[in-house]
């Protein structure tokens, strides 16, 4: 994980305030940076390992910058870290809240120097919200397990024609499957444009069953207006579209006291203990 932040997202995912400032966000935040590390095949536990040093350092320092980590569950083997900003002045601030404390600068760098081991590359995303194209309620991410997050690369000169069919999928859905919630992020840098990033969660991986039917009810249940743009950006402005799905790793978290408090068994699980030694026999 890099220096900038902390996690994730939320996905992006996903409060105004300070960065998660001072707890996990309740409402869309303006701006997620999004760290994507590609992981080694066969290093996931030393990774999650190497990336508890995070939250574990972070938490030392007392920084009010909360996030998410999440390891993909279907995919690339990759982990994403997610966290939340209400503007570029608070990243900034992040930046040098992290730089100007000489104990947490060395324990990042030498965390992101046992990091490097376990994973091939990292890239970093920053995403705008689109409040215009995401709705339903926004979850309660202390309870949020599983995230799926789909990119939707665009063609260039097609940005209208991406908001055009959001809008049409957004008004089916309200009337057709109303429990529908997701958040739309614009990619500002990271990426090449245009890309535009859709996130949901749920507290168990069960519900994308749930998921799966509000979408078939949806498209179902569109106007033709609304099938007639929806098949328009498939057709024309659509380069291509990956889903992928995330489980959330509490290694990773790095999240208030009152969130752990409220489900201890799943954000301090109990580590086995190490085996005994066996005992020589004469």
């Excluded at 305030?17 to 590390?37: D, K, R, T, W």
């Excluded at 870290?81 to 608070?90: E, G």
């Excluded at 959001?166 to 990271?190: L, M």
């Excluded at 609304?226 to 489980?247: H, Y």
Aim: proline content about 8%; overall charge neutral; some cysteine.
């Amino acid at each position: 994980m890099r220096q900038i932040t902390f996690v994730t997202a939320l996905v992006s995912l996903v409060a105004g305030g300070n960065a998660f400032g001072q707890a996990l966000p309740a409402s869309q935040p303006n701006y997620v940076q999004i760290f994507i590390e590609d992981v080694k095949v066969g290093h996931e536990d030393e990774h999650s390992k190497v990336e508890a040093g995070w939250p574990a350092a972070f938490e030392k320092a007392k920084s009010p910058y909360y996030g998410l980590g999440m390891t993909s569950f279907t995919g690339p083997l990759q982990a994403w870290f997610l966290t939340a900003f209400d503007s570029n002045k608070t990243i900034g601030d992040s930046i040098k809240r992290n730089s100007d404390d000489p104990v947490l600068a060395a324990e990042l760098a030498r965390l992101s120097r046992a990091d490097s081991a376990h994973i091939n590359q990292v890239r970093s995303v920053l995403a705008s919200a689109r409040k215009d194209l995401s709705r339903g309620a926004f979850p309660d991410l202390a309870k949020q397990r599983f995230f799926e997050v789909t990119i939707f690369r665009v063609r260039p000169g097609h940005e209208a024609d991406f908001t055009a069919a959001g809008k049409a999928y957004g008004a089916a859905a309200t009337r057709s499957a109303p429990e529908t919630a997701y958040r739309v992020y614009e990619v500002i840098a990271g990426m090449p444009g245009p890309t535009y990033l859709v996130i949901s969660s749920v507290p168990a991986f069960g519900e994308f069953d749930k998921v799966f039917s509000d979408g078939e009810a949806t498209m179902k249940g569109a106007t033709p207006q609304e099938q007639a743009l929806l098949q328009k950006f498939g057709a024309e402005a659509l380069i291509n579209a990956e889903t992928q799905r995330f489980r959330i790793d509490p290694n990773m978290c790095y999240v208030p006291k009152e969130v752990r408090a409220q489900d201890p068994a799943f954000w301090m699980p109990k580590k086995p203990a190490p085996p005994k030694p066996p005992t020589s026999q004469h």
